[in-house]
């Protein structure tokens, strides 16, 4: 069993920056596909980027293609969500989650997903 959490959330201005990060424990990452998921005032949990446990191969949805990037570092058990060029729409509760999978990763089975932080607030605003 692993336990997440996440950090680096916080209040951005439109078109800054900010890296989310989801620190593991009592299970090495390595084991796991972890994505980053969403979660908005109203609306549906949406998965955002996800990382493979194997090969480290990479998925983002349309809407952060190009300005969000996960990278993981097994050493630290460490997953990281970089997030430049943010947008008022960005604004969310985000999520790191982790999936006993070593195949593809994929966010749009968010069940699939058995462990879950806490989250991390993001907000985008002027």
């Known amino acids: 069993q692993v336990q997440l959490v996440e950090s680096g959330g916080g209040l951005v201005q439109p078109g800054g920056s900010l890296r989310l990060s989801c620190a593991a424990s009592?299970?090495?990452?390595?084991?796991?596909?972890i994505g980053w998921f969403r979660q908005a005032p109203g609306k549906k949990r949406e998965g955002v980027s996800c990382?493979?446990?194997?090969?480290?191969?990479?998925y983002y949805a349309d809407s952060v293609k190009g300005r969000f990037t996960i990278s993981r570092d097994n050493a630290k058990n460490m997953v990281y969500l970089q997030m430049d060029s943010l947008e008022p729409e960005d604004t969310a509760d985000y999520y790191c989650?982790?999936?006993?999978?070593?195949?593809?990763?994929?966010?749009?089975?968010?069940?699939?997903?058995?462990?879950w932080g806490q989250g991390t607030q993001v907000t985008v605003s002027s």
């Open positions: 990382i493979s446990a194997s090969d480290g191969s990479t």
């Open positions: 989650a982790a999936d006993p999978y070593l195949g593809p990763c994929s966010v749009v089975g968010i069940s699939l997903y058995d462990y």
């Open positions: 009592g299970s090495t990452l390595d084991k796991y596909a």
